[in-house]
């Protein structure tokens, strides 16, 4: 028969069951488990709801448009850094008394999900019937979708699965086409044959923002062009382009040119074209002198359009030459092209110079694939018209950090091309739309038919005179950023019967990555605009990447990714790797160093030993029912009051989204002024009290303040470790606050009860005392005593002003200093003298 502890600790999550657990725990010993103690609280939240949106509630609501992870292979640690710190944020916001809308979705439609798919079948897309295809990668993202949401669980993350979504599902297939829709009647995006970004190795047409800069090894050509009276000489990278060549371009000012400028030069085949001006060409470039071709890059599309030029369009979707007429040349991919040209240049004559050089070129960020320009039928949002809304949006969103809001600005302001949101691939979001072969007329679905694919589907308002032979359907799909962009709007069931976008948008925060603002957050942004003349989101959160030791950018090529997140969880536990994820400073990148991991468990350890420290000292008091005193000590007093100021110091920071500068107030608070001084401070006073002259009323007043300092301790810390607060709740505190989980407490300490003290004033007693006890414990340890041995005396030397305020607490420092006696001397230097007999 199987152990519990082996069921416990499987991977598929088990249903909570509160009495079989404890009996397992019976607290192991005194030793925290997170391994078993982690799983046992995901449950718990799960079957109990803790995170659940109450859509009934008259809670302010705080909505999170979570960004929806690609299923195109591992969560990498990259994604528990970046989901962690967002889903701190969901914590502190739920625990300040929001209801948070907090959902999480899935990315699961796409190139890269069919790269993923092609993999893992062993065969492409394009050599399967489509419906077959898109059933492989259904069942295998799934497959994902679970391991990926089981991993997200193992974390912590706080989401309501209840509001889980994927882009491919029906909702968001509903959402998306009407997207489309809208935009077709509002006449924002059309249909046009121009030259289009194509890579030729994902076979589909992509946009600007999925572009890359890519620094390559190249070589300039040198090309003899030539006139009956001279040569000309063309320097270019790309040879293979010369049947493409419709004009040749140079400078206006150029001196070197002018009698060129208006003739026809010939190219090594043979064919004449005229030598034009234009202020783009760089003289300082190459020869100076450039050829244009049908299509190079951008400037090439611009001349030809500018100055009514002809088309010659040489490479097929494949990158393959074809019509060109020159024989070996045509069927040859373009990079086999260029050595046949250039081979049969230099053996002509006409190629006067090679020079290695190194460049940036565009490619498709997805395969690294150099982009060509290639005319086709695609669907174009257009987007070049709002650019100044799509600015004055970005100035209304608050970015955080605020440096980063430059990156957008950047982008929208050197935006080139409207957006195409074609894709001619296979498993993604058909364009709803089908073609009339008798008046050509573009035909529409309606609403209420959604989901449709035009392959398979019919309209259900079929024009007059048609029947089913007389369509033909687009054959596309949407660019997967064409759904993810709607996220907010799949959130909220946008135009659905049960539409609640009015209650969440434009939602209350976006967090995501620094890499995607030119893609996700400028497509959700442009979508907004244009929809709803609105922005989508109030605060957008953009964290880091995570690097290797060194600064390297992980790759499994480099084989420097280390262990996985599942590795990780299991030898550190979740709240450890939670630790190490808010190390780093909104925004900023973060080394992976397995050491401040194991740094974080080291926390995680303390905090539950300085539990079972408190937990004997509080026997017989009852927070319900036990009389405190009216005036507490001043050393409980200063502990209060300096736990009431971490809680303004972490809101403050948190408020800011700055969850590493919380963190960092709260291990300041918890290891030096908690630990190293009041532990130590009030031990005695909780073992001795009949040494007071207030007796049991001392020991309750430290009760009291461990009592609340512990509570508070635990439910500042829980947005950041949200198993183990969890656990030392119920174990400490659950009985006294009536709550079902701490995470349903508010996040803020409770108004204390006898504090006669001003903050200032205590700060003032123990910012006198703490060099006392320095000096006590630095003559102990140089005289090779115990810290705990006893002592004759403790004589504080110092200013009657100083004396006053230590006389206030003169029997705390007998009791933390094992001192028999106390005095106080008087005078203007300070110093502590220590007498052992």
């Given at each position: 028969?199987?152990?519990?502890?082996?069921?416990?600790?499987?991977?598929?999550?088990?249903?909570?069951?509160?009495?079989?657990?404890?009996?397992?725990?019976?607290?192991?010993?005194?030793?925290?488990?997170?391994?078993?103690?982690?799983?046992?609280?995901?449950?718990?939240?799960?079957?109990?709801?803790?995170?659940?949106?109450?859509?009934?509630?008259?809670?302010?609501?705080?909505?999170?448009?979570?960004?929806?992870?690609?299923?195109?292979?591992?969560?990498?640690?990259?994604h528990?850094?970046?989901?962690?710190?967002?889903?701190?944020?969901?914590?502190?916001?739920?625990?300040s008394?929001?209801?948070?809308?907090?959902?999480?979705?899935?990315?699961?439609?796409?190139?890269?999900?069919?790269?993923?798919?092609?993999?893992?079948?062993?065969?492409?897309?394009?050599?399967?019937?489509?419906?077959?295809?898109?059933?492989?990668?259904?069942?295998?993202?799934?497959?994902?979708?679970?391991?990926?949401?089981?991993?997200?669980?193992?974390?912590?993350?706080?989401?309501?699965?209840?509001?889980?979504?994927?882009?491919?599902?029906?909702?968001?297939?509903?959402?998306?086409?009407?997207?489309?829709?809208?935009?077709?009647?509002?006449?924002?995006?059309?249909?046009?044959?121009?030259?289009?970004?194509?890579?030729?190795?994902c076979?589909?047409?992509?946009?600007?923002?999925?572009?890359?800069?890519?620094?390559?090894?190249?070589?300039?050509?040198?090309?003899?062009?030539?006139?009956?009276?001279?040569?000309?000489?063309?320097?270019?990278?790309?040879?293979?382009?010369?049947?493409?060549?419709?004009?040749?371009?140079?400078?206006?000012?150029?001196?070197?040119?002018?009698?060129?400028?208006?003739?026809?030069?010939r190219?090594?085949?043979?064919?004449?074209?005229?030598?034009?001006?234009?202020?783009?060409?760089d003289?300082?470039?190459?020869?100076?002198?450039?050829?244009?071709?049908?299509?190079?890059?951008?400037?090439?599309?611009?001349?030809?359009?500018?100055?009514?030029?002809?088309?010659?369009?040489?490479?097929?979707?494949?990158?393959?030459?074809?019509?060109?007429?020159?024989?070996?040349?045509?069927?040859?991919?373009?990079?086999?092209?260029?050595?046949?040209?250039?081979?049969?240049?230099?053996?002509?004559?006409?190629?006067?110079?090679?020079?290695?050089?190194?460049?940036?070129?565009?490619?498709?960020?997805?395969?690294?694939?150099?982009?060509?320009l290639?005319?086709?039928?695609?669907?174009?949002?257009?987007?070049?018209?709002?650019r100044?809304?799509?600015?004055?949006?970005?100035?209304?969103?608050?970015?955080?950090?605020?440096?980063?809001?430059?990156?957008?600005?950047?982008w929208?302001?050197?935006?080139?091309?409207?957006?195409?949101?074609?894709?001619?691939?296979?498993?993604?979001?058909?364009?709803?739309?089908?073609?009339?072969?008798?008046?050509?007329?573009?035909?529409?679905?309606?609403?209420?038919?959604?989901?449709?694919?035009?392959?398979?589907?019919?309209?259900?308002?079929m024009?007059?005179?048609h029947?089913?032979?007389?369509?033909?359907?687009?054959?596309?799909?949407?660019?997967?950023?064409?759904?993810?962009?709607?996220?907010?709007?799949?959130?909220g069931?946008?135009?659905?019967?049960?539409?609640?976008?009015?209650?969440?948008?434009?939602?209350?925060?976006?967090?995501?990555?620094?890499d995607?603002?030119?893609?996700?957050?400028f497509?959700?942004?442009?979508?907004?605009?244009?929809?709803?003349?609105?922005?989508?989101?109030?605060?957008?959160?953009?964290s880091?990447?995570?690097?290797?030791?060194?600064?390297?950018?992980?790759s499994?090529?480099?084989?420097?990714?280390?262990?996985?997140?599942?590795?990780?969880?299991?030898?550190?536990?979740?709240?450890?790797?939670?630790?190490?994820?808010?190390?780093?400073?909104?925004g900023?990148?973060?080394?992976?160093?397995e050491?401040?991991?194991?740094?974080?468990?080291?926390?995680?350890?303390?905090?539950?030993?300085?539990?079972?420290?408190?937990?004997?000292?509080?026997?017989?008091?009852?927070?319900?029912?036990?009389?405190?005193?009216?005036?507490?000590?001043?050393?409980?007093?200063?502990?209060?009051?300096?736990v009431?100021?971490?809680?303004?110091?972490?809101?403050?920071?948190?408020?800011?989204?700055?969850?590493?500068?919380?963190?960092?107030?709260?291990?300041?608070?918890?290891?030096?002024?908690?630990?190293?001084?009041?532990?130590?401070?009030?031990?005695?006073?909780?073992?001795?009290?009949?040494n007071?002259?207030?007796?049991?009323?001392?020991?309750?007043?430290?009760?009291?303040?461990?009592?609340?300092?512990?509570?508070?301790?635990?439910?500042?810390?829980?947005?950041?470790?949200?198993h183990?607060?969890?656990?030392?709740?119920?174990?400490?505190?659950?009985?006294?606050?009536?709550?079902?989980?701490?995470?349903?407490?508010?996040?803020?300490v409770n108004?204390?009860?006898?504090?006669?003290?001003?903050?200032?004033?205590?700060?003032?007693?123990?910012?006198?005392?703490?060099?006392?006890?320095?000096?006590?414990?630095?003559?102990?340890?140089?005289?090779?005593?115990?810290?705990?041995?006893?002592?004759?005396?403790?004589?504080?030397?110092?200013?009657?002003?100083?004396?006053a305020?230590?006389?206030?607490?003169?029997?705390?420092?007998?009791?933390?200093?094992?001192?028999?006696?106390?005095?106080?001397?008087?005078?203007?230097?300070?110093?502590?003298?220590?007498?052992?007999?």
């Amino acid at each position: 028969m199987r152990s519990y502890m082996e069921t416990i600790c499987e991977t598929p999550l088990f249903p909570y069951n509160p009495a079989q657990y404890w009996l397992t725990l019976i607290y192991m010993n005194g030793k925290y488990s997170p391994e078993t103690s982690e799983k046992h609280w995901q449950n718990f939240w799960q079957e109990n709801g803790t995170y659940r949106y109450d859509p009934n509630s008259t809670k302010p609501i705080y909505s999170i448009d979570t960004p929806p992870p690609t299923v195109s292979g591992n969560i990498h640690i990259g994604h528990i850094f970046s989901y962690t710190q967002a889903e701190i944020i969901a914590r502190y916001k739920r625990m300040s008394g929001f209801n948070v809308f907090y959902p999480f979705g899935f990315d699961d439609n796409g190139l890269p999900t069919e790269r993923l798919v092609e993999k893992e079948i062993g065969r492409k897309g394009v050599e399967m019937p489509r419906e077959e295809f898109n059933a492989a990668c259904l069942e295998i993202t799934q497959k994902y979708r679970d391991e990926f949401k089981h991993l997200w669980i193992s974390v912590g993350i706080s989401a309501d699965w209840g509001l889980e979504y994927s882009t491919i599902s029906p909702l968001a297939q509903r959402v998306s086409q009407k997207s489309f829709l809208e935009l077709y009647k509002n006449n924002q995006v059309a249909q046009r044959n121009i030259p289009a970004l194509w890579c030729t190795e994902c076979a589909t047409s992509i946009a600007q923002a999925e572009l890359d800069d890519k620094e390559v090894d190249a070589v300039f050509y040198d090309i003899a062009f030539k006139t009956d009276v001279r040569t000309l000489t063309i320097a270019t990278t790309r040879p293979e382009l010369l049947p493409a060549c419709v004009a040749v371009f140079v400078h206006p000012e150029d001196p070197r040119f002018v009698s060129l400028v208006g003739t026809t030069v010939r190219t090594p085949l043979g064919h004449e074209v005229t030598v034009m001006t234009d202020d783009k060409v760089d003289q300082a470039k190459g020869s100076g002198a450039v050829m244009c071709c049908t299509y190079g890059d951008e400037t090439d599309l611009f001349w030809k359009e500018k100055y009514n030029l002809p088309e010659k369009i040489i490479l097929d979707r494949k990158g393959i030459v074809t019509g060109t007429g020159i024989e070996g040349l045509d069927g040859l991919y373009s990079k086999k092209a260029r050595t046949f040209l250039v081979k049969m240049m230099r053996e002509s004559g006409d190629l006067l110079n090679e020079k290695q050089i190194s460049h940036v070129v565009k490619t498709h960020e997805r395969c690294g694939t150099p982009m060509e320009l290639l005319p086709a039928q695609q669907w174009f949002v257009d987007i070049m018209p709002i650019r100044e809304k799509l600015l004055a949006a970005g100035d209304q969103i608050v970015w955080r950090p605020e440096y980063m809001k430059k990156r957008y600005v950047d982008w929208v302001e050197n935006l080139k091309w409207n957006w195409c949101i074609s894709r001619q691939r296979f498993f993604g979001i058909p364009t709803p739309v089908w073609y009339s072969k008798i008046t050509g007329e573009t035909i529409l679905p309606d609403y209420d038919q959604l989901p449709v694919d035009p392959i398979r589907d019919l309209p259900r308002t079929m024009p007059a005179g048609h029947t089913a032979d007389d369509l033909i359907p687009d054959l596309n799909v949407l660019d997967t950023w064409a759904t993810s962009s709607l996220s907010p709007e799949i959130n909220g069931h946008w135009m659905e019967a049960d539409d609640f976008t009015k209650k969440i948008l434009p939602m209350s925060l976006r967090p995501q990555a620094h890499d995607i603002i030119r893609t996700w957050a400028f497509y959700t942004i442009a979508k907004s605009v244009l929809h709803h003349d609105r922005i989508p989101f109030q605060e957008i959160m953009i964290s880091g990447h995570v690097l290797a030791k060194g600064g390297e950018k992980i790759s499994k090529s480099k084989g420097n990714a280390g262990k996985s997140p599942e590795e990780l969880i299991a030898t550190h536990s979740a709240d450890a790797l939670r630790l190490w994820a808010c190390g780093a400073s909104l925004g900023k990148n973060a080394i992976l160093d397995e050491q401040e991991i194991i740094n974080g468990r080291k926390l995680i350890t303390k905090l539950w030993n300085v539990g079972n420290f408190i937990e004997p000292l509080l026997e017989g008091f009852d927070i319900l029912t036990t009389v405190i005193p009216a005036q507490l000590e001043l050393v409980d007093q200063h502990v209060l009051h300096s736990v009431a100021r971490l809680e303004h110091d972490m809101k403050k920071h948190l408020e800011e989204f700055e969850f590493g500068l919380a963190l960092n107030e709260f291990e300041k608070f918890f290891w030096h002024v908690f630990c190293d001084n009041y532990l130590e401070i009030i031990k005695d006073r909780m073992y001795n009290p009949q040494n007071y002259q207030n007796g049991d009323a001392a020991k309750i007043s430290g009760q009291y303040a461990l009592h609340q300092v512990l509570l508070s301790i635990l439910k500042l810390l829980a947005p950041f470790v949200p198993h183990i607060t969890e656990e030392m709740y119920h174990q400490h505190f659950k009985k006294s606050e009536g709550v079902a989980s701490i995470h349903l407490l508010p996040y803020s300490v409770n108004k204390f009860q006898g504090l006669g003290y001003s903050a200032e004033h205590c700060d003032m007693v123990m910012e006198k005392l703490f060099p006392v006890i320095e000096q006590v414990r630095k003559f102990k340890t140089t005289n090779k005593l115990k810290l705990s041995e006893p002592v004759a005396l403790v004589e504080i030397h110092g200013t009657r002003e100083d004396i006053a305020l230590l006389r206030e607490i003169a029997e705390d420092i007998g009791g933390v200093s094992k001192a028999k006696e106390v005095g106080f001397v008087v005078s203007e230097e300070f110093g502590v003298e220590v007498r052992v007999g």
